[in-house]
């Protein structure tokens, strides 16, 4: 048994300015308050320990459950990271749930602006009363920081089965590119611009895959890169919940990680998630089965 302190090693396809993929490298860092895994070769389970103001969570799942090819690479500084890859087993499965020959035509939509509410100096540092307005606003992010805020496993996972992901920001400079898909899976979305809200809730067919999604307004500058809170999350003021007034908003479920009872909920365009999987797409067949048909 050993610790785990940097999360998933990713590699995946992504671009922050073209709606075209492209490749590159990253690896995503969890405080070790935050989160720390064990890998338990006696019980053969992969366990996930969360920490927060709630409490603890601990997810374990068994090695045999799972439905990609999860191993570990040891770094220069003494950490360990996973990898996450196709496991050649499941390629029948792949093939009914992957785009590997096109057939499906679904957009994934990338938190970037969430990542950027979440990093140091961000909005919650405003939230914890550690720092005054000029934390609420932030630089935009020059490349993805895959995490528990930014959906990381998700990320992954679409990316490996071949799905074409998009980011807040090409969805912001062009709210239109939506119309060119038949099904768009959100992540969690929690910060998006007043035209990317519009966008997704016009759309006919969106998958809310993670509780909290559309929670808070913010707006862009493009020129000096930046991203402002507006309104939501208690801002500017404190009886202010959902900074759209969504009435479709689900934030009451963003803390049942283990999705033991996941269920979809229809709604006027697409359907929502009654939990957020953190880890759920590693091995729950039905619920992959479910995203995507």
């Given at each position: 048994?050993?610790?785990?302190?940097?999360?998933?090693?990713?590699?995946?396809?992504?671009?922050?300015?073209?709606?075209?993929?492209?490749?590159?490298?990253?690896?995503?860092?969890?405080?070790?308050?935050?989160?720390?895994?064990?890998?338990?070769?006696?019980?053969?389970?992969?366990?996930?320990?969360?920490?927060?103001?709630?409490?603890?969570?601990?997810?374990?799942?068994?090695?045999?459950?799972?439905?990609?090819?999860i191993t570990t690479i040891r770094n220069t500084d003494g950490t360990n990271t996973f990898q996450i890859a196709l496991d050649p087993k499941f390629s029948k499965f792949y093939e009914e749930?992957?785009?590997?020959?096109?057939?499906?035509?679904?957009?994934?939509?990338?938190?970037?602006?969430?990542?950027?509410?979440?990093?140091?100096?961000?909005?919650?540092?405003?939230?914890?009363?550690?720092?005054?307005?000029?934390?609420?606003?932030?630089?935009?992010?020059?490349?993805?920081?895959?995490?528990?805020?930014?959906?990381?496993?998700?990320?992954?996972?679409?990316?490996?089965?071949?799905?074409?992901?998009?980011?807040?920001?090409?969805?912001?400079?062009?709210?239109?590119?939506?119309?060119?898909?038949?099904?768009?899976?959100?992540?969690?979305?929690?910060?998006?611009?007043?035209?990317?809200?519009?966008?997704?809730?016009?759309?006919?067919?969106?998958?809310?895959?993670?509780?909290?999604?559309?929670?808070?307004?913010?707006?862009?500058?493009?020129?000096?890169?930046?991203?402002?809170?507006?309104?939501?999350?208690?801002?500017?003021?404190?009886?202010?919940?959902?900074?759209?007034?969504?009435?479709?908003?689900?934030?009451?479920?963003?803390?049942?990680?283990?999705?033991?009872?996941?269920?979809?909920?229809?709604?006027?365009?697409?359907?929502?998630?009654?939990?957020?999987?953190?880890?759920?797409?590693?091995?729950?067949?039905?619920?992959?089965?479910?995203?995507?048909?």
């Amino acid at each position: 048994m050993f610790v785990i302190i940097v999360s998933i090693f990713l590699v995946f396809l992504l671009s922050y300015n073209e709606e075209k993929n492209s490749a590159f490298a990253t690896s995503s860092s969890i405080p070790k308050s935050e989160d720390v895994t064990k890998l338990n070769k006696i019980n053969k389970t992969i366990d996930f320990f969360h920490s927060s103001d709630r409490g603890e969570e601990n997810i374990s799942i068994p090695i045999s459950r799972l439905l990609f090819n999860i191993t570990t690479i040891r770094n220069t500084d003494g950490t360990n990271t996973f990898q996450i890859a196709l496991d050649p087993k499941f390629s029948k499965f792949y093939e009914e749930i992957g785009n590997f020959k096109m057939r499906k035509n679904i957009v994934v939509v990338y938190p970037a602006f969430t990542q950027a509410a979440y990093d140091k100096n961000g909005f919650y540092y405003y939230y914890a009363k550690s720092c005054d307005t000029k934390c609420l606003t932030v630089n935009i992010p020059k490349a993805p920081k895959l995490g528990y805020h930014t959906s990381q496993t998700a990320v992954v996972i679409f990316n490996l089965l071949n799905y074409s992901i998009i980011t807040d920001i090409t969805l912001d400079k062009n709210p239109s590119i939506l119309k060119k898909y038949d099904k768009v899976i959100l992540l969690h979305n929690e910060y998006v611009t007043k035209k990317e809200f519009d966008a997704i809730t016009k759309h006919p067919n969106v998958v809310y895959l993670y509780p909290n999604a559309l929670y808070a307004e913010v707006k862009t500058d493009y020129t000096k890169n930046t991203m402002t809170l507006v309104k939501g999350h208690g801002y500017p003021s404190a009886d202010i919940s959902n900074g759209f007034g969504w009435e479709f908003d689900n934030s009451k479920f963003e803390y049942d990680y283990k999705c033991k009872n996941w269920k979809f909920t229809k709604i006027v365009n697409g359907k929502m998630l009654n939990c957020y999987p953190r880890y759920q797409l590693l091995y729950d067949s039905a619920l992959l089965k479910e995203i995507v048909k």
